[in-house]
């Protein structure tokens, strides 16, 4: 999600120093253009050691250190990995670095360790020594001894995606130099009857469209090999048994296992379909660095949950609905997050859609151009959809500058929409949705799953812009929302902001049916319960790993029945075509604290509405009375723009921002001490 722009204090460990604008990631804040060679040679500043000099992927590099004058708080000092060894630290980033008082005993001994938790980068790394902070460092001295690769050529980050065909998926991986890439299947453990060769790609700078993604963010992911897996009918609900690598090196992965999911209109033998949906997620590790450790605690956890729930065989797909790795035009972030994706991706299905942080970039085809706060190049940092599409395709008939597709997955028909590209009427988008949901056969799919990045309907304070959640909401109901009523979309999920809400069955921002609560022997939760709506049930589920977003308003807007602040994911299952149950699931704990159940009796019938005055279209008669209908789509997009601020004021009149204290008075399902720390007003 894009950031408003302010002055503040960002924390990063023990570090609070004042910035005139948010950004995605701690890179942001690093300048190496500014770095200079220290000239006091009064003090010392010592890398003592680094242990172990060989490694292998995601192994643990411990970093020890001295200076005879420590520099803490606020601009302090700092380790940082570099990739390769010999790159020139004055033109890019590191690939993480971390302060070196995170050492408790640093400030008063000048000796610390730091740990760095690496993936295989495919090249040597050597360890910096800085001090006087990250925006005007001053560089001390660097380790004697480089850290390598037992293996650089390594194959890793498997990935399974759908191709559009339900008899083709494609595996993805990476490597360094593989020349004879190859996978090998099949459907018993350790015996491979199918023999394929993959092809290889690569993402080129000159393809980044701007900074930081082509300048001091730019790192080579490797290659890219895709090998199609034929014949998945016939292995629907059976699992499949695979390995990859280089034939000519004989460099081989372990044995990794994947769960092929239910064909259209099937259901798994023993479960209903059953499928994981998040957003807003990013790349974190369990290691003394900052690269991306505030929003990444959370994120691993969330993938140490799902990566679970997918090795014991009960997901038979991922739907991640945009704002990925929140690399933003620093490439190496996408390494470390296809390693965290790894053992969730490669077992199951893995869907996405893209979001701000993957697409909005200027002189694209993005529909915004997103925050100044990531320069002049947008929130994607100059990605601008490249890296996102090419390490995680998506069904056909998806492409990088026109990023929707629909799937089927047993008794659900998913559609996958782009928040981030043209969806006004008339558009090419909405022409392809409104085709796709005509053809949806509800007899074989029942059930339909539509998902976006930015949300349709979101209780938030924020309508300053034409990219503020008012606005947006506002947009995504005039030209969207008809369609998902007229074709009975029974449930929307969409992310951006950094909150779990559950709305109502909802159309033009009027509640058609509220849940009643019903509770059931053996849960503790009550589930919020739907019979028949007739209008689409949304939620927002932006809490994959992103930091909060602290900015809804009380009262609740009456379509809004929920709103809490944990990370997690929601665990969707259709029990048949009349059931569908919905979980939100804890990533800390593993609980559910929040259930939903939809029954519907007749997926073929149409909806009604009470008091209906609506043609079809979706716009009311008061819409038309007003002289809405005569506008142009243009002139509908200025008029949103224009009146942004204006329904932004109106809506929140006589509303207050509410402190932490009452929020955890008044919900027990925000922030904990645990996790408080990640709460922001505007991520």
Same mark, same amino acid.
């Given at each position: 999600m894009a950031w408003r722009k302010r002055s503040y204090h960002k924390r990063f460990g023990k570090h609070a120093i004042a910035y005139e604008t948010e950004f995605a990631n701690e890179f942001f804040e690093l300048k190496p253009e500014n770095i200079i060679a220290a000239e006091d040679s009064t003090s010392v500043y010592i890398i003592e050691d680094v242990s172990p000099l060989v490694i292998t992927n995601d192994d643990v590099v411990t970093v020890t250190f001295y200076s005879n004058t420590p520099?803490?708080?606020?601009?302090?000092?700092?380790?940082?990995?570099?990739?390769?060894?010999?790159?020139d630290i004055t033109k890019t980033v590191p690939v993480k670095y971390g302060w070196c008082d995170e050492d408790p005993n640093y400030d008063t001994t000048g000796r610390g360790t730091l740990s760095f938790n690496m993936t295989n980068l495919r090249s040597d790394i050597a360890f910096y020594y800085f001090t006087s902070g990250v925006y005007y460092p001053k560089y001390m001295n660097v380790s004697q001894s480089n850290v390598t690769f037992e293996n650089i050529n390594q194959p890793l980050r498997p990935r399974v995606v759908a191709t559009g065909n339900?008899?083709?998926?494609?595996?993805?991986?990476?490597?360094?130099?593989?020349?004879?890439?190859t996978l090998m299947w099949g459907r018993t453990q350790g015996t491979y009857t199918v023999t394929v060769e993959a092809n290889t790609s690569t993402i080129e700078r000159k393809e980044m469209l701007g900074a930081p993604a082509n300048t001091t963010g730019w790192r080579d992911l490797g290659l890219i090999h895709t090998a199609p897996l034929h014949g998945m009918i016939e292995c629907a609900n059976e699992n499949i048994y695979y390995i990859f690598g280089d034939a000519a090196t004989d460099d081989w992965s372990e044995e990794h296992s994947f769960h092929c999911p239910p064909l259209a209109g099937t259901q798994p033998s023993t479960r209903p379909t059953r499928v994981i949906l998040y957003d807003d997620m990013g790349r974190g590790s369990t290691d003394d660095t900052y690269t991306w450790n505030e929003y990444g605690r959370p994120a691993i956890e969330t993938m140490y949950a799902v990566g679970h729930e997918v090795s014991m065989g009960n997901v038979d797909a991922i739907y991640h609905g945009g704002d990925v790795s929140y690399a933003t035009g620093y490439m190496a972030v996408w390494d470390f997050f296809?390693?965290?994706?790894?053992?969730?991706?490669?077992?199951?299905?893995y869907l996405t859609t893209v979001g701000n942080h993957e697409s909005d970039c200027p002189n694209s085809p993005s529909y915004y151009i997103g925050s100044t706060s990531y320069g002049k190049y947008g929130d994607s940092g100059g990605e601008c959809g490249v890296p996102a599409t090419r390490l995680l395709p998506m069904p056909a008939p998806a492409t990088t500058n026109k990023p929707w597709w629909s799937y089927d997955i047993g008794l659900i028909h998913f559609v996958g929409m782009s928040t981030e590209h043209d969806y006004t009427i008339g558009s090419e988008q909405n022409q392809w949705l409104e085709a796709d949901l005509a053809e949806v056969n509800r007899t074989k799919t029942p059930w339909i799953i539509f998902g976006g990045h930015r949300a349709m309907y979101l209780n938030s304070n924020y309508g300053e812009d034409v990219t503020s959640d008012i606005v947006v909401m506002d947009n995504l109901i005039y030209h969207i929302e008809p369609m998902l009523w007229k074709y009975r979309v029974n449930l929307a999920f969409w992310g951006h902001n950094h909150v779990v809400q559950r709305h109502a069955a909802v159309k033009n921002k009027t509640t058609i049916q509220r849940s009643t609560q019903v509770y059931e022997?053996? @849960?503790?939760? =009550?589930?919020?319960?739907? *019979?028949?709506?007739?209008?689409?049930?949304?939620?927002?589920?932006?809490?994959?790993?992103?930091?909060?977003?602290?900015? @809804?308003?009380? =009262?609740?807007?009456?379509? *809004?029945?929920?709103?809490?602040?944990?990370?997690?994911?929601?665990?969707?299952?259709?029990?048949?075509?009349?059931?569908?149950?919905w979980e939100w699931v804890s990533a800390l704990d593993n609980e559910v604290y929040d259930r939903m159940v939809i029954d519907q009796s007749d997926a073929t019938k149409g909806w009604t509405l009470p008091d209906d005055d609506d043609d079809g279209s979706g716009h009311t008669s008061s819409d038309k009375d007003s002289g809405w209908s005569s506008y142009s789509g243009l002139e509908k997009g200025l008029v949103f723009a224009s009146s942004a601020v204006a329904v932004s004021v109106l809506s929140i009149a006589g509303y207050m921002l509410v402190t932490d204290y009452v929020l955890k008075k008044r919900n027990p399902l925000l922030p904990d001490s645990k996790e408080s720390d990640n709460l922001n007003d505007g991520v």
């Amino acid at each position: 999600m894009a950031w408003r722009k302010r002055s503040y204090h960002k924390r990063f460990g023990k570090h609070a120093i004042a910035y005139e604008t948010e950004f995605a990631n701690e890179f942001f804040e690093l300048k190496p253009e500014n770095i200079i060679a220290a000239e006091d040679s009064t003090s010392v500043y010592i890398i003592e050691d680094v242990s172990p000099l060989v490694i292998t992927n995601d192994d643990v590099v411990t970093v020890t250190f001295y200076s005879n004058t420590p520099n803490i708080q606020p601009y302090g000092d700092w380790i940082g990995a570099y990739s390769p060894a010999n790159v020139d630290i004055t033109k890019t980033v590191p690939v993480k670095y971390g302060w070196c008082d995170e050492d408790p005993n640093y400030d008063t001994t000048g000796r610390g360790t730091l740990s760095f938790n690496m993936t295989n980068l495919r090249s040597d790394i050597a360890f910096y020594y800085f001090t006087s902070g990250v925006y005007y460092p001053k560089y001390m001295n660097v380790s004697q001894s480089n850290v390598t690769f037992e293996n650089i050529n390594q194959p890793l980050r498997p990935r399974v995606v759908a191709t559009g065909n339900p008899d083709v998926f494609n595996l993805l991986w990476s490597s360094a130099y593989s020349t004879h890439p190859t996978l090998m299947w099949g459907r018993t453990q350790g015996t491979y009857t199918v023999t394929v060769e993959a092809n290889t790609s690569t993402i080129e700078r000159k393809e980044m469209l701007g900074a930081p993604a082509n300048t001091t963010g730019w790192r080579d992911l490797g290659l890219i090999h895709t090998a199609p897996l034929h014949g998945m009918i016939e292995c629907a609900n059976e699992n499949i048994y695979y390995i990859f690598g280089d034939a000519a090196t004989d460099d081989w992965s372990e044995e990794h296992s994947f769960h092929c999911p239910p064909l259209a209109g099937t259901q798994p033998s023993t479960r209903p379909t059953r499928v994981i949906l998040y957003d807003d997620m990013g790349r974190g590790s369990t290691d003394d660095t900052y690269t991306w450790n505030e929003y990444g605690r959370p994120a691993i956890e969330t993938m140490y949950a799902v990566g679970h729930e997918v090795s014991m065989g009960n997901v038979d797909a991922i739907y991640h609905g945009g704002d990925v790795s929140y690399a933003t035009g620093y490439m190496a972030v996408w390494d470390f997050f296809m390693d965290e994706l790894a053992p969730s991706a490669s077992g199951a299905l893995y869907l996405t859609t893209v979001g701000n942080h993957e697409s909005d970039c200027p002189n694209s085809p993005s529909y915004y151009i997103g925050s100044t706060s990531y320069g002049k190049y947008g929130d994607s940092g100059g990605e601008c959809g490249v890296p996102a599409t090419r390490l995680l395709p998506m069904p056909a008939p998806a492409t990088t500058n026109k990023p929707w597709w629909s799937y089927d997955i047993g008794l659900i028909h998913f559609v996958g929409m782009s928040t981030e590209h043209d969806y006004t009427i008339g558009s090419e988008q909405n022409q392809w949705l409104e085709a796709d949901l005509a053809e949806v056969n509800r007899t074989k799919t029942p059930w339909i799953i539509f998902g976006g990045h930015r949300a349709m309907y979101l209780n938030s304070n924020y309508g300053e812009d034409v990219t503020s959640d008012i606005v947006v909401m506002d947009n995504l109901i005039y030209h969207i929302e008809p369609m998902l009523w007229k074709y009975r979309v029974n449930l929307a999920f969409w992310g951006h902001n950094h909150v779990v809400q559950r709305h109502a069955a909802v159309k033009n921002k009027t509640t058609i049916q509220r849940s009643t609560q019903v509770y059931e022997d053996g @849960y503790t939760v =009550p589930f919020a319960y739907h *019979n028949d709506p007739q209008a689409t049930v949304h939620m927002v589920i932006g809490t994959a790993g992103a930091k909060f977003t602290v900015n @809804y308003v009380e =009262p609740y807007p009456e379509w *809004n029945e929920m709103v809490f602040y944990r990370y997690g994911y929601a665990r969707v299952s259709t029990v048949n075509s009349t059931r569908l149950e919905w979980e939100w699931v804890s990533a800390l704990d593993n609980e559910v604290y929040d259930r939903m159940v939809i029954d519907q009796s007749d997926a073929t019938k149409g909806w009604t509405l009470p008091d209906d005055d609506d043609d079809g279209s979706g716009h009311t008669s008061s819409d038309k009375d007003s002289g809405w209908s005569s506008y142009s789509g243009l002139e509908k997009g200025l008029v949103f723009a224009s009146s942004a601020v204006a329904v932004s004021v109106l809506s929140i009149a006589g509303y207050m921002l509410v402190t932490d204290y009452v929020l955890k008075k008044r919900n027990p399902l925000l922030p904990d001490s645990k996790e408080s720390d990640n709460l922001n007003d505007g991520v």
